[in-house]
């Protein structure tokens, strides 16, 4: 579904080059749940940027379901299109928007895709939609608050819960335990194998190997490239006919 | 097709969809509507911002709504002032011929002359016998019944207005009021009836109330001035009321001259209605020179005074009777050494339109008839009165009023102009504002990219919320500026209250009593809908800055 083949990803700084990634490639199937281990400084952030077109790779391509994402052909609307649409994204600080409600930043996805003059008849179900993800990372009774007055657990389960807003193909999550502690962070990860075992295609960053069990298939990033690690848990048998979630 | 899909989701990929968002952009987002509105009120910052757009506009809208209003009334009087055109002589001697064009034209532009009526005008000093006071003065001879007919005279009347029908420039003797049974101050009975006729008619009641709590200030004969200067005043005396002789022609004199304006705006009248006044005169010969005889001393009597409302006016100038006046200045018809007569000559004939006549056409006209009209004179005109037929212009009031009115408007521009610079000051401070914004923003900024954003809908966020913010302080501009017009007045009273050194608006020195207060809507729209764009404009530079924001620079860091 997702590939990313030769990815190469270099920042200058001054004089000084920093070649992050040099060749990095990487598949990913429908409802997998992947996890990149690698050192700290070693582009596992980078290269997710570049999966989920948040950055753009110097060399190398991605092709989502058989489409380029940085070709000459694709321009920066359909860029535009599949952050919205197509790949969740879940940061690892949170990055909530701080004036809204956590209703309303979960819901935020949604004021993105839907436009102004049809918002009326939209309203309802995008509501709708965010008070069940809500629910579903449990979360209901906390809808009116701001993101301030949430504890970093909370604010990362809003995270996931904007992120799975508009029913993504693709759940992108860059150490989205890696301020939280321990109990807590496996609260994270339990939704997010929940939600992988409803059939959510998730590709995951860390650098804890607990952390990494959890996923079906680890690759490490070393010197710009990924390599193989050993396989954690059954891959999924087939790919599943759905990728919705079901709150 | 030129891209290709990558959306599989409810919409499905249909094609054309991709193209589509291509070519406009993937920008339809309802989310910067909502935000905008949430940081407008949210943030403290556009409070600022809204306070300088609300600033600037109720500075610019009071400015232009006052020095508008000032233009408007300034026109309105000049209108009113002489007639719609006029025949001016151009000199003092006059010019001969008036009756004969006067019939001329009405024959040849039935249709368009509606009224003539000939003005005559000199300089005398005008003595007030009762106090030794003495003023320069211009002198108009008009015909009061027909004068006002071609102009707004008789609005600016006193006595007029309170007994109607008695002001005149005959000669008229001095009424004198008496006591009734209570003591109460009686007019002699036409002035009464006069008076009964007005409170009749009269709509303003509070007006009516107010004469009749204090009809008039009483000045005991002999004496022409009461113990109080007031509105209205009759000289009493003992027994009846009555009028006294001798009969003296009528003059109305300007408000001006005579008396002092209150801040009401109201004058303080010394003098009773009827008090001698004297007039000199120096009449001049047809070529222009002092006649030699000795000046004209004339005893007249105070019948009314006048107020145009343009002080330059009212400070100068006292009507008496026209034919009056044409004699005394020697420029009715005077006997030659040859025999013969001069012909009479006025100063001015001004003349009233047919309704619904276009103005400078109808000047146009009457110069062309005036030119004709020379010309059927022929071999009889004298060579003196050929000179001084020269001299005549024909003008529409706009054309006398122009230098004054220009001077107006321009200082309405420059005030304009002004303001409007002070408003770039704001423009600058939205941008400014916008751009501390956008750089406390950039994160949000960035995720908002990261959830598919584009920069077009993020510059658009901005600019709506500019816009936002240009609305709302336009807004409470507006109402701030129509309150602060509305009242102005009040708050000049209030102020001058506290300090009289702070009262700005001083009746004595401008030519109106009130600044005006009339806001004018398309001026508030103009200047509101200015403004909105003005702050659309500051939001620019801010707003590309904001669409430039690459989504993983602005979310590296927490
Ligand atoms: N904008 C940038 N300019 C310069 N260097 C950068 C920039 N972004 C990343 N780098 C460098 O690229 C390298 C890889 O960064 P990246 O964030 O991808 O690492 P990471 O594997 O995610 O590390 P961590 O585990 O600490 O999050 C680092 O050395 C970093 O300094
Ligand atoms: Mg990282």
Redesign the interface.
């Known amino acids: 579904m997702l590939r990313a083949t030769g990815i190469h990803k270099t920042y200058r700084l001054d004089r000084v080059e920093v070649k992050v990634l040099r060749g990095a490639s990487l598949a990913v199937e429908e409802a997998e749940f992947v996890v990149i281990m690698g050192a700290s400084g070693s582009g596992k952030?980078t290269l997710l940027?570049i999966l989920?077109a948040?950055?753009t790779p110097d060399r190398g391509g991605v092709e989502?379901?058989g489409?380029?994402?940085f070709?000459a052909?694709?321009?920066?609307?359909?860029r535009?299109?599949?952050?919205?649409?197509?790949v969740g994204?879940v940061?690892?600080?949170y990055?909530?928007?701080?004036?809204?409600s956590v209703l309303?930043n979960v819901m935020?996805?949604g004021?993105?895709?839907?436009?102004?003059w049809s918002?009326r008849r939209s309203r309802g179900r995008v509501r709708q939609d965010a008070t069940q993800l809500l629910e579903r990372v449990g979360l209901s009774h906390r809808i009116a608050h701001r993101p301030n007055e949430l504890s970093g657990g909370e604010r990362q389960r809003v995270a996931i819960a904007?992120a799975l807003m508009?029913?993504p193909?693709l759940l992108l999550a860059d150490e989205p335990t890696g301020n939280l502690d321990e109990t807590i962070g496996a609260e994270i990860l339990k939704l997010l194998a929940e939600l992988n075992q409803a059939g959510q295609t998730i590709v995951m960053v860390t650098h804890d190997p607990k952390v990494a069990s959890h996923a079906h298939r680890q690759v490490r990033l070393a010197d710009g490239v990924v390599r193989a690690s050993e396989t954690a848990g059954p891959r999924p048998s087939a790919p599943r006919a759905t990728r919705r979630v079901a709150p | 097709m030129?891209?290709?899909?990558?959306?599989?989701?409810?919409s499905g990929a249909r094609p054309g969809a991709?193209a589509r968002?291509?070519t406009?952009?993937?920008?339809?987002?309802?989310?910067k509507?909502?935000?905008a509105w949430?940081?407008l009120h949210?943030?403290l910052i556009a409070f600022f911002g809204i306070a300088s757009v609300m600033l600037c506009v109720a500075m610019v809208l009071v400015v232009m709504s006052v020095m508008g209003g000032f233009l408007d009334t300034i026109r309105a009087r000049s209108r009113g002032l002489h007639s719609e055109i006029v025949l001016e002589a151009g000199s003092l001697q006059g010019f001969p011929y008036y009756e004969e064009f006067a019939r001329y034209a009405s024959a040849q532009l039935p249709q368009v002359v509606r009224l003539t009526t000939p003005v005559v005008y000199s300089y005398g000093i005008l003595r007030v016998p009762a106090t030794t006071e003495t003023k320069p003065v211009r002198v108009l001879g008009i015909r009061l019944g027909e004068y006002v007919q071609v102009n707004d005279f008789r609005k600016g009347l006193y006595y007029e207005r309170f007994y109607p029908g008695t002001t005149h420039l005959a000669p008229q003797p001095l009424p004198v009021g008496g006591f009734d049974e209570n003591g109460a101050g009686r007019l002699p009975p036409d002035l009464e009836a006069a008076n009964a006729r007005w409170r009749e008619s009269e709509s303003d009641r509070e007006a009516v109330e107010e004469y009749l709590r204090n009809p008039f200030e009483k000045a005991p004969r002999p004496y022409v001035t009461p113990a109080v200067p007031g509105d209205r005043v009759f000289a009493v005396d003992v027994g009846g009321p009555h009028y006294a002789e001798p009969e003296n022609y009528g003059v109305i004199v300007g408000c001006d001259v005579l008396f002092e304006r209150r801040a009401d705006g109201n004058f303080d009248r010394h003098l009773c209605r009827g008090a001698d006044l004297a007039l000199t005169l120096m009449p001049l010969s047809q070529a222009g020179n002092p006649t030699g005889e000795p000046p004209v001393k004339l005893p007249l009597r105070y019948a009314d005074d006048s107020r145009s409302g343009i002080y330059e006016i009212d400070s100068l100038c006292v009507y008496v009777d026209a034919d009056m006046l044409q004699h005394q200045l020697a420029m009715d018809a005077q006997p030659l050494v040859d025999g013969g007569f001069t012909r009479p000559r006025v100063n001015q004939l001004l003349i009233g339109l047919q309704p619904g006549v276009e103005l400078n056409a109808a000047r146009d006209a009457i110069d062309a008839v005036w030119l004709r009209f020379l010309g059927t004179l022929g071999e009889t005109v004298s060579e003196a009165d050929e000179r001084l037929l020269g001299f005549v212009r024909v003008y529409s009031w706009e054309d006398l009023q122009r230098p004054f009115i220009a001077a107006v408007e321009k200082e309405k521009v420059l005030v304009t102009i002004l303001f409007a610079l002070i408003s770039v000051v704001a423009i600058a401070l939205v941008g400014c504002i916008f751009y501390m914004i956008v750089e406390k923003k950039t994160?949000?900024i960035?995720?908002?990219?990261?959830?598919?954003?584009?920069?077009r809908?993020v510059a658009g966020l901005f600019i709506a919320y500019a816009a936002a913010v240009g609305i709302c302080g336009a807004l409470l501009g507006t109402a701030l500026g129509c309150v602060f017009v509305w009242n102005i007045n009040d708050i000049q009273d209030f102020l001058a209250a506290l300090n009289p050194a702070l009262r700005v608006w001083s009746p004595e020195v401008y030519t109106f009593d009130k600044i005006p207060e009339v806001v004018k809507r398309a001026d508030a729209a103009w200047i509101a809908s200015i403004a909105v764009l003005a702050s659309m404009i500051g939001s620019l530079i801010p707003a590309r800055v904001a669409a430039r924001v690459?989504?993983?620079q602005a979310?590296?860091?927490?």
């Open positions: 952030s940027h989920g948040l950055d989502f379901k489409r380029e994402l070709g052909a694709t321009g920066n609307a359909a535009e299109r599949y952050r919205n649409r197509e994204f940061f690892q600080f990055h909530l928007l701080p004036e809204l309303e935020i996805p004021l993105v895709t839907h436009p102004f918002w904007r508009n029913r193909t | 030129a891209g290709v899909a990558l959306g599989n989701d409810a991709f968002a291509a406009r952009g993937y920008n339809p987002g309802m989310y509507w909502f935000l949430r940081y949210t943030k994160r949000d960035g995720i908002l990219k990261a959830l598919g954003a584009s920069g809908g690459w989504p993983v979310l590296r860091y927490e």
